[in-house]
């Protein structure tokens, strides 16, 4: 009985046994099927695959960005899992003509979490953990999450400072900041991040900067950023960056720290 | 020029400041300008203040450095497609930024301090090349060179934005586009007064401009010391456009288009050209700004890509009139 699955891109994938030897090349997927129980059956990672530590006994086949085709089809794989971003479609293409079968995905959002686990758990043999995995993590995103009551602080999210780069509402990070009761500044973009301008920012009310760290950022001492006032009376909200890098299982417990830090308020 | 072109090139030049601290990425009102005029330091007024003026002025300050630049770069190399950027700069500059980024080395002027380094770096190796048998300036080696300096620092560049990881790439990449996002009054104060000896050396260089435009021996015979005059020229433009690298990124076709246009328009007089150049950059480059942070607002585009897209067509244009 062949293990069908339809990918991100539109693609059939069909696989006539589960797989056994599959290359991961995102680090959100990494770091899921490891969370499924898969994780020795994964042959090949991306450099930036540092979740669960087992996961860097995994062979690093590059930084994902350019798949490697050879160090690919090297590793033997029966499935290949890639992001599906329009270069990752021809590098597919190829994989698919030597009988690899590849699935392109999306790992940009809290929802991909359970979708991916309920995709990826069958193609490994594992559809149950798939499910057990998904609905786990729904239920406790559920309770981690703060009920908007009142007005909702508004929080700033930076993706780069130099140019000012902010995350917008299609990133996973607005969608926890939402849930955790309060709301993403520039939850009006709908990318996931987007280049803005420093005097939009300065013009905005904001009430806590979100920072990925436990120091205050470099940029908070540049002299144009002293025209948002957020920054400049460093109004910031500190949560540790590994918890935040990637939508993951981890997510909701990433959701406890960042409502707890939100609650806490902004510590100077 | 005549009186009554000047007039016209300060009016535009002034309308286009008075128009970049009017629109923006956010709408202001009159009272804010008039808070930010009084001292006011809360809100728009502050907004204006600290974030839409020292922009405007950079942006001014940049551009009129570049065409000016461009127009006595042009005059050296008596080569109209000069652009400062040729002269191995952009790469130094870039290689310089980059390796800043990737190494994580600290510090907020880390960033523009590295750029210059690295555009000076790079202006070193070319005047180096260029400066043949100890003792003439070649300026058609210092193209030559420059565009191989260049060549060769971009792809050390890219080998490192390769290297390095995913988000510090994407950031490279945009600072290398360019833009006056970091703008701020300390920036404004340091280029201004960094500018001041370059741009007089080169407005001091004006008449032997003019001369070198006949050609180094016509020059040399007419009583220029045409040595003297090419190192001047070669370090004054490299030394500004370095700088501006440093506060900017890299901005194409400004020192490019601007000295075509008002050799065009005003005469090919250095004494004339350099500063019209300098007022008719410092706007273009002012309304190039404008567009790139209000166009898409809040969303903002790199300044470069607005200046190639305004840039380009009135060059083509230039190019067909020309053939006539």
Known sequence: ?268 | MTARQWSVLLAVALLAVIAGVLVGAVNISWQGIGGALTGNDVGEAALIRHLRIPRVLLAFLVGGALSVAGASLQALVRNPLADPYLVGLSGGAGLGAVLAIALHVGGPWAVPLAAFAGSLGAVAIVYRLSVVAGRRLDPHILLLGGVVVGAFAGSLMSAVITLASAAELRSAILWLLGGFGMASWPAVAVFATYAVIPLALLLGSARGLDLLTLGEENAQHLGADVEVLKRRVYLSVAALTGAAVAVSGIIGFVGLVVPHVMRRWGGPLHRQLLPAAFLAGGAFLVLSDLLARSLFRPLELPVGVVTALIGVPVFALQLRKSLR
Do not use: K
């Not at chain 1, 590849?102 to 149950?128: C, I, K, M, S, W």
């Not at chain 1, 995350?167 to 309060?182: C, K």
């Not at chain 1, 979100?210 to 009376?233: I, M, N, T, Y």
């Open chain 1, 1 to 268: 009985m062949p293990i069908v699955a339809v990918d991100d891109a539109g693609d059939t994938v069909r696989l006539a046994a589960p797989a056994t030897r599959i290359v991961s090349l995102i680090p959100a997927t990494t770091e899921l099927l490891f969370a499924l129980g898969l994780g020795g059956q994964v042959v090949g990672r991306t450099t930036w695959c540092d979740y669960p530590a087992a996961a860097s006994q995994v062979p690093n086949l590059g930084d994902g960005l350019q798949p490697n085709l050879e160090a690919i089809v090297a590793a033997r794989p029966d499935l290949v899992v890639l992001y599906n971003s329009l270069q990752n479609v021809a590098a597919a293409a190829r994989l698919r003509a030597q009988q690899i079968p590849t699935v392109l995905v999306n790992t940009d959002r809290l929802v991909d979490v359970p979708r991916l686990a309920r995709l990826l758990a069958p193609l490994g043999g594992r559809a149950e953990a798939g499910d057990s995995l998904a609905r786990q993590f729904e239920l406790e995103l559920d309770r981690a999450a703060v009920p908007g009551t009142g007005p909702r602080q508004a929080v700033l999210i930076l993706a780069w400072d130099q140019p000012p780069i902010v995350i917008g509402a299609g990133s996973f990070l607005s969608e926890l900041v939402s849930r955790a009761g309060a709301r993403n500044a520039f939850d009006d973009l709908a990318a996931a991040s987007a280049p803005v301008s420093l005097e939009a920012i300065a013009s905005r009310a904001i009430d806590a900067v979100l920072v990925l760290g436990d120091s205050v950022p470099a940029f908070a001492r540049r002299a144009e950023w002293q025209s948002v006032e957020a920054v400049r009376a460093h109004r910031f909200v500190y949560v540790p960056a590994a918890l935040f890098s990637r939508p993951s299982p981890r997510s909701a417990a990433a959701l406890r720290v960042l409502a707890a830090a939100l609650r806490a308020g902004p510590r100077p």
